[in-house]
C-alpha cells in the first residue's frame, strides 16, 4: 500500500518505483503482427490492431444464478515463455468511453464447467480515466489485489507492465503510475493473454503489444499447439469403425484444456472419432449479449475435429440452462420466440456445413410430479415452453432444418433409459411430433449414472432404442459417465461396456459418447472446495491412466 502510494506520488518522473535504477531493456517482440488474434472470442483483426467487443461474458451456474465474469484468453494465439525481467507494452484505443482490459495469466483459467477456475494472472486497464490493476493469485476466483492509479487518461493511452523480481511496475503514458507486489504470479515464467470490455461502450483495439525482456533476461514467443495430433490404429475409434455396422465413438470436448493441455488433446483427437462441444457452443458462450455472437472456440472445436477425422455433434440450440441473463430477462412471448428462433438461425447458420448433427433440443422433460398430471403432459414448463407451449419443440426444429439441411438433428434427454412415466410421457411426445411433421432424426439417451440408482437395466434401454426404430428415430447414448464409490471401478466398467454393446446391437443406434474421457476435468467434479476435487466418473483418471472402464469399451468393440 504504502509503496504504491509513493509510486503514485511520482507519477510523471519515468524512473523506477522500486528505487532501484530502470533495468536495461533487450530486444523488442511485437506479439500482434503475425500472430493468431483472429481465434479470440470478440476480437477481430483489423488495419489498426485487434478490435476487441464487449461480450459481458458469463458463466452462470446450472439454475441460472452467479454470473461469473468469463473474459476470452487468447488460447489460440502467442503466449511468452521468459526468464528474468520483463516489459510488455500495449496501446489502447477507445472510442466511445469503453473500459478497455488486458488480462496477462501466468497460467491459464480452466473454463471448463459453470464454473470459471481463475488462476494466476493480473489484468490491467483503463476504467474511466484511470489505470486499473487486479492480481488473482490462484486460490480463489476473486483477485487479491485490486488498484486504482492515476487519472485524467484520454482515448489512447499507453500502459506497460515490468515484472521485476516480486515487484509489477504500471506506467501509463511513459509515467510510472504505480508498484504492487506481484507475489510469483508469473513464476511459471509464462503469460498467455487476453482481453476484455467494459463499461458502457461497444468495444475498443488493441493498437500495439511488445514485449522484451529486462536486464538480461531470457524471452521467446510460442504459438499454440497444432490441433492435429498422431493417430494409432489401435484406439476406440478404430475399433468401432472396424465392426461390421461402424460406429462412432464421441466423447464432450471443451476448447480450453484442448489449447493448453497435450494430453487431453492427444487422447481426445486419438480415442475418438466424433465430440461433443461440451459447453462452447451453449448460449452464454455464443451469443452473451442480444445480438452480439462470439464463436472462436466453437470454431476450434470444429477445426480440431476436422484436422482429425472427428465428426462434430453439436450441443445445443435450445435448452433452459447456460443461458445469458439477457435471453432469462421478462420479455413478450413473441419477442422471445423470435429470440429463440434468430438463435437457432445464426448459430446453426454459422456452423452449417460443419457439424454432422445438432441437439436443437436439451432436456424438455420435467423432473416435477405435477407437470405429468395437469396438462403439460410431462414438458418442462421452462421460458420457451412458456411462450409457445409444446409448439417450441416444433418450431425449433423446423428452423434448424432450414438452417442446416444437411444436420441431423436430435433431441437430447436423461432419465429417459428406463420404463417409467418420464419415458412415457417422451415417446408420446415424439409420436405427437411425427405426427405433426416435425422434422426430427433421432433422440440421444444421456446415461449420466450419479448414484447406484441412476443405474439402468441395459435391457429396458435396449427397448427404448427398439420403440425409437418404430417410430422411425434414430438413437445414440449421447452422455454417458458413472460416477462410483470407492473400488468400484469394476462395477464402473461394466455400465459403460453393457450400454454400449446394447447400441452396437440396435440398427439405429448411430453413436456412443462419454461425457468428457479424464477426470482431470469431468463434470461431476465437487465445487464445494476451493479448487473442485475431481469426480471419478471417466474411463481415464485425472492423471490420464486409463481406468478398467476403458479396457472395457475396447472389449464390447473388439467382441
Ligand atoms: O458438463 C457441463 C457443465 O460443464 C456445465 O456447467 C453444465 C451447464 O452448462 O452442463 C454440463 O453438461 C450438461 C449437458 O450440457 C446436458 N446434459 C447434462 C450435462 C451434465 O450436467
Redesign the pocket.
Known amino acids: 500500500m504504502a509503496a504504491a502510494a509513493a509510486c503514485a506520488l511520482l507519477a510523471g518522473v519515468s524512473t523506477s518505483c522500486t528505487g532501484a535504477p530502470a533495468p536495461a531493456r533487450g530486444p523488442v517482440t511485437d506479439l500482434l503482427g503475425g500472430r493468431d488474434w483472429a481465434h479470440f472470442a470478440g476480437a477481430e483483426q483489423t488495419r489498426s490492431g485487434v478490435r476487441v467487443t464487449r461480450l459481458d461474458r458469463r458463466?452462470t451456474?446450472?439454475d441460472g444464478s452467479g454470473g461469473r465474469p468469463n473474459p476470452p484468453v487468447n488460447l489460440r494465439g502467442p503466449h511468452l515463455v521468459f526468464r528474468g525481467g520483463l516489459r510488455i507494452e500495449a496501446r489502447l484505443s477507445r472510442t466511445d468511453g469503453t473500459d478497455a482490459y488486458l488480462h496477462l495469466y501466468g497460467e491459464v483459467p480452466v473454463v471448463?464447467?459453470?464454473?470459471r477456475r481463475e488462476r494466476r494472472g493480473v489484468r490491467i486497464g483503463v476504467a474511466g480515466g484511470r489505470v486499473r490493476f487486479d492480481r488473482w493469485d490462484g486460490d480463489s476466483d476473486r483477485p487479491a489485489l485490486t488498484r486504482s492509479f492515476g487519472g485524467g487518461l484520454g482515448d489512447e493511452v499507453r500502459l506497460a507492465v515490468e515484472v521485476r523480481g516480486d515487484r509489477l511496475v504500471l506506467e501509463a503514458d511513459g509515467h510510472v503510475v504505480g508498484t504492487v507486489p506481484g507475489r510469483e504470479v508469473f513464476g511459471h515464467g509464462r503469460i498467455w493473454f487476453g482481453a476484455d470490455a467494459g463499461g458502457g461502450g461497444r468495444g475498443w483495439t488493441l493498437g500495439a503489444l511488445r514485449a522484451m525482456p529486462l536486464g538480461g533476461g531470457r524471452l521467446s514467443v510460442r504459438d499454440a499447439p497444432a490441433l492435429r495430433v498422431p493417430r494409432s490404429t489401435d484406439a476406440l475409434r478404430d475399433l468401432a469403425a472396424g465392426r461390421e455396422r461402424p460406429l462412432r465413438v464421441g466423447t464432450?470436448v471443451?476448447a480450453g484444456p484442448l489449447l493448453t493441455d497435450d494430453a487431453y488433446r492427444r487422447t481426445a483427437g486419438e480415442e475418438f472419432s466424433m465430440l461433443t462441444p461440451?459447453?462452447d457452443f451453449?448460449a452464454?458462450f455464443v451469443q452473451p449479449r442480444r445480438g452480439v455472437f462470439a464463436f472462436a472456440e466453437g470454431d476450434t472445436l470444429v477445426d480440431f475435429a476436422r484436422a482429425n477425422g472427428m465428426l462434430v455433434h453439436a450441443?445445443?440450440l435450445v435448452?433452459f440452462?447456460?443461458l445469458p441473463s439477457w435471453m432469462r430477462a421478462a420479455m413478450t412471448r413473441e419477442d422471445r420466440e423470435h429470440v429463440m428462433t434468430e438463435h437457432i438461425r445464426v448459430v446453426a447458420g454459422h456452423f452449417r456445413g460443419k457439424v454432422a448433427e445438432w441437439d436443437v433440443v436439451?432436456?424438455p422433460m420435467s423432473d416435477e410430479d405435477e407437470d405429468y398430471t395437469n396438462g403439460n403432459r410431462g414438458v418442462r414448463p421452462h421460458l420457451w415452453f412458456e411462450a409457445m407451449g409444446e409448439r417450441y419443440i416444433d418450431i425449433a426444429f423446423r428452423t434448424a432444418r432450414e438452417a442446416d439441411p444437411h444436420a441431423v438433428l436430435y433431441l437430447?434427454e436423461?432419465g429417459v433409459e428406463e420404463d417409467g412415466p418420464r419415458w412415457d410421457a417422451l415417446y408420446a411426445l415424439l409420436t405427437r411430433l411425427k405426427e405433426r411433421g416435425v422434422p426430427i432424426d433421432g433422440v440421444g439417451f444421456?446415461n449420466?449414472e450419479y448414484a447406484a440408482a441412476d443405474r439402468t437395466d441395459p435391457e429396458a434401454f435396449r427397448r427404448k432404442l427398439r420403440a425409437l426404430a418404430g417410430l422411425g428415430l434414430k438413437a445414440r447414448v449421447?452422455?454417458m459417465?458413472v460416477l462410483v464409490g470407492e473400488g468400484e471401478e469394476d462395477a464402473q466398467a461394466r455400465e459403460f461396456a453393457a450400454k454400449l454393446a446394447v447400441c452396437e446391437e440396435e440398427p439405429n443406434c448411430t453413436s456412443f459418447s462419454t461425457?468428457?474421457f479424464t477426470d482431470r476435468y469431468g463434470?461431476t467434479a465437487d465445487l464445494r472446495n476451493y479448487p473442485p476435487a475431481p469426480g471419478n466418473a471417466l474411463p481415464w483418471d485425472s492423471a490420464y491412466e486409463a481406468k478398467p472402464a476403458y479396457r472395457a469399451l475396447r472389449d464390447a468393440l473388439d467382441r
Open positions: 458463466v451456474r446450472q471448463y464447467d459453470e464454473w464432450a471443451a461440451e459447453n451453449k452464454q450441443h445445443t435448452w440452462e447456460a436439451n432436456e437430447n436423461y444421456q449420466h449421447s452422455e459417465d461425457w468428457g463434470s
